[in-house]
């Protein structure tokens, strides 16, 4: 069908570099997503306190992660944190190597990129709840952190979840940015396999499709999320 | 007023916000089982003075007693807590948490910082929404009842942390005309049962009708207090007379 030629796809060698592949792209998104969403559940918390050097610090690291763009974080961590002395001597091979493998190093910064962004919509969510709210919660002897645990967050997390979607679904697909420092995840196989085959429109629509299909199930599962959180009177809620 | 047997005691009580002083020295005590409405211009200083009783705004200069607790030394939220317990408040804005159904609102700090029995507190919430006539809406969402209706719920979940005093910050001021009625009843009943109320009230009938002493504020003192035939027959000050004059 339209001249595009798929009979590569019955190579049981390619089948299982997708298959890989596809496999470490979810890896690598879950993980990172979980630790961007912890990075920006305990920076938003941190900013709550209010502590001058910890919004600075906070501040930075935001900004930081938040306006580099992710391929040039990951060529930094994968080229400079070996070479500035963050390496261990293989047990096995007695030689150096690095002490982050290419997919710690895109862990890292994918993590570090989405928590920067976490931490800004967790902030913007805790700051849109009704100061009146905190002040009620304070005459019913809330202490600080039992508002946080069980007001502010709960109220605000609902707020910030169409925000987050946006977060996880971006990150997902930037998880494709680390073929470039050798992390084998689908965008690299794919490399791979129309290097081998010469099949480049064929193999590019197909991962496109794999894309298509993941994202959407993640941005699916998000909105089901919503839903069932929503409560009257916000958001999905009637 | 014999002082010492007053449940709440406020001294030369100052505040300020910046530079503008809010509080210039209030001086008020109410007894066990009194109801006291606060009645005054915007911007006089009433709602900051609930606020400081109960801890919610720190205060810059005299002292405030409740029972035996000292409230201006009182520096963290942990050592609130007492306070907490026996000094609810009813807001303006009912201030309800939304993700919450009215009977989880009523329950969640009884349970959650007072550490009481999920069961009694359980039980104790149904016979509060009885109370406030809301049984029927015990699993609907603060987004899902009237304002009249959320401004009860506040009322029972004040009530659920079984205060000695309640303070009610203008409760009737965001509600519908016909609203108003529902709620009032539902604090009169309160009055009634003992229990020491103070009311922040634009409401002159209800504050008339069911308060025992009335105080007038104008610009961050008391001016006048007394009896509510008193002070809206009979008033002495010049400025209750001409706000009077305004409202009624």
């Given at each position: 069908m339209f001249g595009l030629d798929y009979s590569w796809l019955s190579d049981p060698v390619y089948q299982g570099w997708l298959l890989r592949g596809t496999l470490n792209t979810i890896g690598l998104a879950l993980a990172s997503s979980a630790v961007a969403v912890l990075i920006g559940t305990f920076g938003a918390l941190a900013l709550s306190l209010r502590i001058a050097w910890l919004d600075a610090l906070i501040e930075l690291f935001v900004e930081l992660f938040r306006n580099t763009p992710p391929l040039l974080q990951m060529l930094f961590f994968y080229f400079t944190l070996s070479t500035i002395g963050l390496r261990v001597t293989d047990p096995v091979t007695g030689l150096s190597v690095p002490l982050l493998s290419a997919f710690d190093c895109a862990l890292v910064s994918l993590s570090f990129f989405g928590g920067a962004l976490c931490i800004e919509a967790?902030?913007?969510?805790?700051?849109?709840?009704?100061?009146?709210?905190n002040e009620a919660a304070r005459s019913l002897g809330y202490s600080r952190w039992g508002r946080f645990r069980r007001i502010e967050v709960p109220i605000a997390s609902r707020i910030c979840l169409p925000a987050l979607t946006n977060i996880l679904t971006n990150l997902f697909k930037t998880t494709s940015q680390a073929s470039v420092i050798t992390v084998p995840e689908l965008m690299y196989y794919a490399g791979q396999i129309y290097n081998d085959t010469f099949r480049t429109a064929e193999v590019m629509l197909l991962v496109l499709l794999i894309y298509v299909s993941?994202?959407?199930?993640?941005?699916?599962?998000?909105?089901?999320?919503?839903?069932?959180?929503?409560?009257?009177?916000?958001g999905k809620g009637h | 007023m014999n002082r010492t047997n007053a449940l709440i005691e406020l001294d030369a009580v100052t505040k300020s916000f910046a530079s503008f002083e809010v509080l210039k020295g209030i001086s008020l005590s109410v007894k066990d089982g009194e109801a006291v409405c606060i009645i005054g211009p915007s911007g006089s200083g009433k709602s900051t003075i609930l606020r400081c009783i109960n801890g919610l705004i720190p205060i810059d200069g005299g002292r405030i007693?409740?029972?035996?607790?000292e409230v201006h030394k009182l520096r963290s939220e942990k050592e609130m807590r007492p306070l907490r317990?026996?000094?609810?408040?009813v807001f303006q804005q009912y201030n309800l948490f939304p993700h919450r159904t009215a009977l989880q609102n009523i329950m969640m700090a009884p349970v959650q910082v007072l550490g009481h029995d999920r069961r009694e507190v359980e039980e104790r919430a149904h016979r509060l929404l009885a109370k406030v006539r809301l049984s029927n809406k015990a699993d609907a969402y603060p987004g899902q009842l009237s304002g009249g209706q959320q401004q009860r719920v506040?009322?029972?979940?004040?009530?659920?942390?079984?205060?000695?005093?309640?303070?009610?910050?203008?409760?009737?001021?965001?509600?519908?005309?016909?609203?108003?009625?529902?709620?009032l009843t539902a604090i009169r009943e309160l009055v009634d049962e003992g229990l020491t109320c103070i009311l922040v009230t634009h409401e002159m009938k209800f504050a008339?009708?069911?308060?025992?002493?009335?105080?007038?504020?104008?610009?961050?003192?008391?001016?006048?207090s007394g009896p509510p035939?008193?002070?809206?027959?009979?008033?002495q000050d010049p400025r209750t007379r001409e706000f009077l004059g305004q409202v009624l």
């Open positions: 967790f902030r913007s969510g805790l700051e849109s709840l009704p100061r009146s709210v993941l994202v959407s199930v993640l941005s699916w599962g998000m909105s089901r999320i919503e839903r069932a959180l929503a409560f009257p009177g916000y | 007693r409740v029972g035996e607790i317990h026996r000094v609810a408040m506040a009322i029972a979940r004040a009530l659920a942390m079984e205060p000695q005093v309640i303070l009610f910050d203008e409760v009737t001021a965001a509600l519908d005309p016909e609203t108003v009625k529902e709620v008339r009708e069911v308060a025992e002493r009335v105080c007038f504020t104008d610009h961050g003192r008391i001016v006048e035939a008193q002070i809206f027959d009979a008033p």
